[in-house]
């Protein structure tokens, strides 16, 4: 069973910058796909960044969220980041950290079903 401990979550001004973090523990595929699902109050949870692993540490990044902000993994594959900046109210939300085992990112890495873990979620609210 894999578990996954999210930490980073906070409340800042607009502008401003925040990093999560995400660590999975139990897992022995060494081939894997993990991202970041933010879901805004009243809204799906949908694909906001994700991150292969090993030579196929393609990163993945929705529109609303490419060029400013970065997910990136720590050498043992473990833990992914995401580095966030420039913030705004929109980007206020649960965000969620997902975990895809035995499959690296694919062009339809937005989609949740194919994630077969998650956590718990850290909340993010930016005010203006």
């Known amino acids: 069973q894999v578990r996954l401990m999210e930490s980073g979550g906070g409340s800042v001004q607009a502008g401003g910058s925040l990093r999560l973090s995400c660590t999975a523990r139990?897992?022995?595929?060494?081939?894997?796909?993990m991202g970041w699902f933010p879901q805004a109050p009243g809204k799906e949870r949908e694909g906001g960044a994700a991150m292969g692993t090993y030579g196929r540490r393609t990163t993945f990044y929705a529109d609303s969220v490419q060029g400013r902000f970065t997910i990136s993994r720590d050498n043992a594959g473990s833990t992914v980041y995401l580095e966030m900046n420039s913030l705004n109210p929109e980007d206020t939300a649960m965000y969620f950290c997902?975990?895809?085992?035995?499959?690296?990112?694919?062009?339809?890495?937005?989609?949740?079903?194919?994630?077969?873990?998650w956590g718990q979620g850290t909340q993010v609210t930016v005010s203006s």
């Open positions: 139990g897992y022995s595929s060494v081939t894997n796909c």
């Open positions: 997902a975990f895809e085992s035995l499959a690296q990112c694919g062009d339809d890495w937005y989609d949740s079903a194919r994630y077969n873990y």
